[in-house]
């Protein structure tokens, strides 16, 4: 019987098996950016404990500052994240010279909150190229901006920390060394001395009572919150440069008509029965039973302004996503009109109700409010109409200045004047 040799299973040297990635080399503006990070994150510690409004717009500022130096070539040509970043500093220096928002914490709240999503809309507008007509892709992006991109690159903030202990030549690299082992070794050196001083008698009378008021938590609390903050801020800087996950949107006409007009002819049934509730009460001199003008004015202003969001939206998602059909866009042009007359009715319960009671901080938001959704709804009508007129873009910037505007008037000193002259 013929002998058959086994095959030699073939052979790899460790070369081939463990081919290594090659080690990033970090730039000298990622180095740059390490500073920049760590000293927002002093900045951070530092205006917190004065717990005021202008240390909050500052600490925003700065970042904003930042953020600028470090897209300075993608930002410095982008008119529309300018204009957002426009509104986030009218809100920065408005906000601390309210006095009037004192009493109005929902306000104060409102404004805070504003501040960080305008700077994160100017971000994705700035890292992402958001087509005219796309801006629901603006909305992806802040997501991951907020969830995504501050841990996205957290191993290169450590990486450029140690990055700045290398260097080509070695005298240099001693030196940075060293700098590094004193960042690190001199905290700890105080931590120590405190720690023992406070273990025994005469090694507290050898310190002479120095750190008597020292307190080692606080101070390793600080240490944590800057590091935090510098992590943060830099994974999030660096990872929209380098790491920056990719958008999608929907494509057009991707809701059919039918769909579309069903969804849209259900609530114009329910609003015609209600618009014709409405102008019997509003115009007929006739209420429902047990209210008073007051009462009625006042009841379901609130549930009218939801429901016309919703009609916005519904609008603005069957206009930019919906499929083409003379049907459909005669529900859109009915929702519209139907959209209007609830506004209408809502005024008219709200004026009806300052004309009872007087003006009041309250009171002036919802007209606010209004006198923009009648600006939306005037918009609307001419994205309808025209058909190539950028809806949702125009709509969100002059929302954004019409909110900071609002921090503009001293709505005190009004409130006042027009409750006496009424």
Not at 2 to 28: C, G, N
Not at 196 to 221: H, K, T
Not at 291 to 302: L, V
Request: charged share 15%; with cysteine; proline share 4%.
């Amino acid at each position: 019987m013929e002998h058959l040799e086994k095959p030699v299973p073939e052979t790899r040297t460790p070369e081939a098996t463990t081919q290594k990635a090659p080690k990033h080399v970090f730039s000298a503006e990622e180095k740059w950016l390490l500073l920049g990070a760590l000293i927002l994150g002093v900045l951070f510690r530092t205006l917190w404990s004065f717990e005021t409004l202008w240390a909050y717009s500052a600490f925003w500022a700065a970042y904003a500052v930042l953020f600028l130096i470090w897209q300075w070539k993608r930002a410095k040509n982008n008119r529309t994240a300018w204009l957002v970043l426009g509104a986030a500093v009218a809100l920065m220096v408005l906000l601390p010279y309210q006095a009037w928002l004192d009493d109005l914490g929902g306000m104060i709240f409102a404004a805070i909150l504003a501040i960080p999503c305008l700077l994160m809309l100017h971000a994705v507008l700035v890292l992402y190229d958001i087509p005219v007509g796309r801006e629901g892709m603006a909305v992806q992006g802040m997501v991951r901006g907020f969830f995504v991109l501050p841990f996205a690159s957290i191993g290169r903030f450590f990486g450029a920390i140690g990055a700045l202990a290398a260097g080509a030549d070695h005298q240099k690299r001693r030196a940075r060394q060293a700098l590094l082992g004193l960042a690190i070794g001199v905290p700890l050196l105080i931590v120590v001395l405190v720690l023992l001083s406070r273990a025994d008698a005469r090694m507290a009378g050898l310190i002479a009572g120095a750190f008597d008021n020292w307190d080692v938590g606080e101070w390793i609390g600080t240490l944590i919150v800057v590091l935090v903050t510098a992590m943060l801020v830099y994974s999030f800087l660096h990872g929209g440069k380098y790491h920056l996950p990719a958008l999608r949107a929907l494509p057009d006409g991707c809701w059919s008509a039918a769909t579309l007009g069903v969804i849209e002819a259900l609530p114009l049934a329910a609003y015609a029965l209600f618009l014709g509730l409405q102008f019997s009460y509003l115009f007929g001199g006739t209420l429902p039973e047990a209210y008073t003008y007051s009462e009625y004015a006042r009841a379901g202003f609130g549930e009218l302004i939801v429901v016309s969001l919703i009609n916005f939206l519904l609008l603005a998602l069957s206009v930019r996503y919906g499929e083409k059909h003379a049907v459909l866009s005669l529900l859109n042009g009915l929702l519209l009109l139907a959209n209007a007359l609830l506004l209408v009715s809502a005024a008219l319960r709200l004026l009806m109700y300052i004309d009872a009671y007087g003006l009041t901080i309250m009171r002036i938001l919802p007209l606010w409010l209004m006198a923009f959704l009648a600006f939306l709804t005037v918009l609307t009508a001419l994205r309808l109409w025209r058909g190539r007129l950028p809806l949702v873009r125009i709509a969100a910037i002059t929302f954004l200045y019409w909110l900071a505007a609002l921090y503009v008037p001293n709505w005190g000193n009004i409130i006042l004047a027009f409750n006496a002259a009424h």
